[in-house]
């Protein structure tokens, strides 16, 4: 009974212990992160990464959700839902969570550094609701896209003055994109910029001058952004009810009400040196319990994930005939998504 007593003991002295040896996040981890203040306003959800701030504070607004917050001040409002916090000061209605202890700077500044960019002489204007084949890597002067319409990158390193995205236009890169812009970057209501799929997000990486007009980076409501915004030295402005994913990194951060966030970050990531599919899961659904790879698709790994309940073909009647299969793809691999439906049976 003794030892028993003794070993809860032990056992209750070891939380405390391995929860103070956490550390904080690294660069590649952070979602939002400012060097002054960062402020996520009321209602909005980061359902990944942290939000953090290297040399001033964080403000979590009413109702908004965040799971990791790091930063030397901490304000939180009330209903604000907060997981872990690394800070030294945090303050707020109660109940207060408890602050986890680091060493400043949170990041290496040395990791921030703000990126210098040279343009070229040509511009792009789209009219309104046009679309253009896959432009190659190039320097451009100032490059605007009418609302409704599509400018799309084949992939490589860009450099431009200024971008302005008109309301519903789109900027997509087809491939591994680095775009350096002198600025200002301009997104208008409904705009989209960044990866053509939510999913690759680290693949597109977008360096602000420092010399930009503030704000450096503006995306007004309903915008959605997939990419890495990098702006150590200008202000970012994220507007409401937008959904992105990728990581935003600026002097100040601002998230606008009722956004969605999720961490995709391209920084201290090998994101421009293989296959995008390299690290994509897909999901097929097929008629047979049979499948037959294609030779270019034979080193991937496939399991099966759900059945889905579908009519029959000949009575009409609800069965079980659709098998979902997720496929995740091994670095190097040729497999691509016209092999992969080829590999049905």
């Keep these: 009974m003794r030892s028993s007593i003794i070993a809860l003991l032990a056992l209750g002295l070891a939380g405390p212990s391995r929860a103070q040896t956490q550390l904080p996040p690294q660069l590649s981890e952070y979602v939002v992160l400012a060097l002054d203040d960062a402020t996520i306003r009321r209602e909005t959800r980061v359902l990944s990464g942290a939000v953090g701030a290297v040399g001033g504070s964080v403000h979590v607004g009413r109702a908004a959700r965040t799971n990791l917050v790091a930063a030397p001040t901490v304000q939180l409002a009330a209903a604000s ?14 109940t207060l969570p408890s602050c986890r202890a680091f060493t400043d700077p949170i990041v290496d500044p040395a990791l921030l550094l703000p990126v210098s960019v040279v343009p070229g002489a040509d511009d792009i204007r789209l009219p309104r609701h046009t679309g253009t084949a896959p432009v190659p890597a190039a320097s451009f002067r100032d490059v605007r896209i009418g609302a409704g319409s599509v400018l799309q990158l084949s992939g490589g ?81 994220l507007g409401a009810l937008g959904t992105h994913r990728g990581a935003f990194i600026g002097r100040t951060v601002v998230v606008g009400h009722n956004a969605t966030l999720r961490a995709d970050s391209a920084l201290g990531k ?9 690290t994509d899961e897909q999901t097929l659904s097929v008629w047979r319990h049979r499948y037959r790879l294609s030779p270019s698709c034979r080193g991937s790994r496939a399991r099966r994930v759900t059945r889905h309940r579908v009519a029959s073909r000949v009575s009409g009647k609800p069965r079980w005939r659709a098998v979902g299969l997720r496929f995740r793809l091994p670095l190097g691999s040729t497999c691509d998504s016209a092999s992969l439906a080829l590999a049905r049976p």
């Design 81 to 94: 839902r907060i997981g872990n916090v690394f800070c030294h000061l945090v303050s707020g209605p109660p």
């Design 157 to 237: 390193t860009y450099a431009m003055r200024s971008l302005r995205i008109g309301r519903n236009a789109r900027l997509e890169c087809v491939s591994d994109c680095r775009i350096g812009i002198v600025g200002p970057v301009r997104l208008r209501s409904g705009a989209r910029l960044g990866a053509a799929a939510p999913s690759r997000a680290n693949t597109v990486r977008i360096d602000i001058d420092p010399t930009a007009p503030a704000p450096a980076f503006i995306a007004r409501a309903r915008a959605i952004v997939s990419a890495t915004i990098f702006a150590p030295a200008g202000d970012v402005i």
């Design 270 to 278: 090998r994101a421009h040196q293989h296959d995008p599919l390299a």
